[in-house]
């Protein structure tokens, strides 16, 4: 590639951005070429390495472990290099060594060899790119019974909190089957959840909404199936609504807004959305600590069973304009709770799911508190729009709050 823009050079008619280019692709190749010869060095120690047992010696529990630990790198490359020292002879870690062939080549290749492909088969693969031989590899792998079932009882599902404890990281592994399965229903769910009109997620938000939603429904559902209505009614009764704990420095978290000082209850790190959204559907549970005494504890004042029921038949439905989903209906507070806002009538307002759960707590819609209590409008994040919703005409509040009021007079 080199010689190519040499000859750009020395031949009119190319001009200098097409003989930089030239230069440029034939030094990442020889920076590519490099990095492949320094692996074939990396093969070689390796190899040395496992032949005097240094596994056992330096205390590791496998050669995988030892490669990732004294070369700080991922488990997934220091696999590979292990997987090559194992299986490689001295001249073919030489040749990878000295440029004669790629080290991600030699690979491709060894486990092409390994699935059971011939010679001609490996022969032919050189004239592929790297995903093409992946392929068929794929196509050459052979599945027995006993790989199978190997592969059903090794299935997992893992929630490994980050670092910072902000986040989950979901990782496993299904069978082909399972996880087919487990895609197109969690691709059908996720379609169903989002109203009409919405903007579409991509996939991998859709089936994370999904899997949220199912597994959500599973813990409302009642574990038994009543037969007859004076069954159903003492069962509605006995529903406790949905308890979200959360456990917080109540200093700290007013302090900052919430920003600071709040966890959910196995520590996971949330922050002023995920509070909004709690007081808004379970319950808050408040624990300041100083070392180990703990210095304030106990529930927040939660809206009411009834109150809640009501708003729900109250509305009928989402509020928002021009939704006709009634999947999940939740209450939700205009103003929220934690900037003052009430657990009133007139500061609730029922939202299905979607714009509950997705549009206002976790994109930071908000809704208009001036559009028709049955026509809500949502409005943009601030940092999207110059817009800023006015307050609430107090003297309307003020005939709302009366409406609501209980009086020990008696009617007329």
Same mark, same amino acid.
């Given at each position: 590639?080199?010689?190519?823009?040499?000859?750009?050079?020395?031949?009119?008619?190319?001009?200098?951005?097409?003989?930089?280019?030239?230069?440029?692709?034939?030094?990442?190749?020889?920076?590519?070429?490099?990095?492949?010869?320094?692996?074939?060095?990396?093969?070689?120690?390796?190899?040395?390495?496992?032949?005097?047992?240094?596994?056992?010696?330096?205390?590791?529990?496998?050669?995988?472990?030892?490669?990732?630990?004294?070369?700080?790198?991922?488990?997934?490359? !220091?696999?590979? &290099?292990?997987? $090559?020292?194992?299986?490689?002879? +001295?001249?073919?870690? @030489? *040749?990878?060594? #000295?440029? /004669?062939?790629?080290?991600?080549?030699?690979?491709?290749?060894?486990?092409?060899?390994?699935?059971?492909?011939?010679?001609?088969?490996?022969?032919?693969?050189?004239?592929?790119?790297?995903?093409?031989?992946?392929?068929?590899?794929?196509?050459?792998?052979?599945?027995?019974?006993?790989?199978?079932?190997?592969?059903?009882?090794?299935?997992?599902?893992?929630?490994?909190?980050?670092?910072?404890?902000?986040?989950?990281?979901?990782?496993?592994?299904?069978?082909?089957?399972?996880?087919?399965?487990?895609?197109?229903?969690?691709?059908?769910?996720?379609?169903?959840?989002?109203?009409?009109?919405?903007?579409?997620?991509?996939?991998?938000?859709?089936? !994370?909404?999904? &899997?949220?939603? $199912?597994?959500?429904?599973?813990? +409302?559902?009642?574990? @038994? *199936?009543?037969? #007859?209505? /004076?069954?159903?009614?003492?069962?509605?009764?006995?529903?406790?609504?949905?308890?979200?704990?959360?456990?917080?420095?109540?200093?700290?978290?007013?302090?900052?807004?919430?920003?600071?000082?709040?966890?959910?209850?196995?520590?996971?790190?949330?922050?002023?959305?995920?509070?909004?959204?709690?007081?808004?559907?379970?319950?808050?549970?408040?624990?300041?600590?100083?070392?180990?005494?703990?210095?304030?504890?106990?529930?927040?004042?939660?809206?009411?069973?009834?109150?809640?029921?009501?708003?729900?038949?109250?509305?009928?439905?989402?509020?928002?304009?021009?939704?006709?989903?009634?999947?999940?209906?939740?209450?939700?507070?205009?103003?929220?709770?934690?900037?003052?806002?009430?657990?009133?009538?007139?500061?609730?307002?029922?939202?299905?799911?979607?714009?509950?759960?997705?549009?206002?707590?976790?994109?930071?819609?908000?809704?208009?508190?001036?559009?028709?209590?049955?026509?809500?409008?949502?409005?943009?994040?601030?940092?999207?729009?110059?817009?800023?919703?006015?307050?609430?005409?107090?003297?309307?509040?003020?005939?709302?709050?009366?409406?609501?009021?209980?009086?020990?007079?008696?009617?007329?």
């Amino acid at each position: 590639m080199y010689d190519r823009a040499a000859h750009m050079v020395d031949t009119a008619g190319y001009s200098h951005g097409d003989v930089e280019d030239a230069k440029s692709e034939a030094a990442l190749v020889r920076a590519e070429a490099q990095v492949s010869r320094a692996r074939g060095d990396q093969l070689g120690w390796v190899r040395h390495m496992l032949r005097r047992g240094a596994v056992a010696r330096f205390g590791y529990r496998s050669p995988t472990e030892m490669v990732a630990s004294r070369l700080d790198m991922r488990r997934s490359a !220091a696999r590979d &290099l292990v997987y $090559l020292a194992e299986r490689l002879g +001295d001249n073919q870690i @030489e *040749r990878i060594r #000295t440029g /004669a062939v790629s080290y991600e080549r030699v690979m491709a290749e060894t486990r092409l060899g390994e699935a059971g492909a011939s010679a001609e088969v490996i022969e032919g693969s050189r004239d592929l790119d790297l995903e093409s031989v992946k392929r068929l590899l794929q196509a050459h792998r052979k599945m027995s019974r006993q790989d199978e079932r190997a592969v059903f009882e090794g299935q997992y599902l893992s929630l490994q909190p980050s670092l910072d404890g902000s986040h989950v990281q979901v990782n496993g592994r299904l069978g082909a089957l399972e996880a087919d399965i487990c895609r197109q229903g969690l691709d059908r769910r996720g379609e169903r959840l989002l109203p009409a009109g919405e903007t579409r997620p991509d996939a991998g938000q859709r089936r !994370a909404l999904a &899997l949220t939603t $199912l597994c959500q429904d599973e813990l +409302d559902r009642s574990p @038994e *199936r009543a037969q #007859t209505t /004076a069954e159903r009614i003492r069962q509605a009764r006995r529903r406790r609504e949905p308890s979200l704990m959360v456990v917080a420095n109540q200093a700290l978290a007013e302090e900052s807004a919430y920003e600071q000082g709040v966890a959910m209850l196995a520590g996971a790190r949330v922050g002023p959305d995920t509070v909004d959204l709690v007081q808004c559907v379970g319950t808050t549970e408040v624990i300041t600590v100083a070392g180990q005494n703990i210095v304030e504890h106990g529930t927040t004042a939660s809206m009411r069973p009834s109150l809640r029921r009501a708003v729900l038949a109250r509305d009928d439905g989402c509020t928002i304009d021009g939704c006709t989903s009634t999947y999940r209906l939740e209450v939700h507070h205009i103003v929220p709770r934690s900037q003052g806002g009430a657990h009133a009538p007139e500061n609730l307002t029922a939202l299905c799911w979607y714009h509950h759960h997705v549009a206002v707590h976790r994109r930071g819609m908000r809704i208009d508190p001036q559009s028709p209590p049955r026509r809500r409008r949502l409005l943009p994040t601030r940092g999207t729009c110059g817009y800023q919703a006015p307050d609430p005409d107090p003297h309307t509040l003020a005939i709302l709050r009366a409406l609501h009021t209980q009086s020990n007079r008696a009617p007329p």
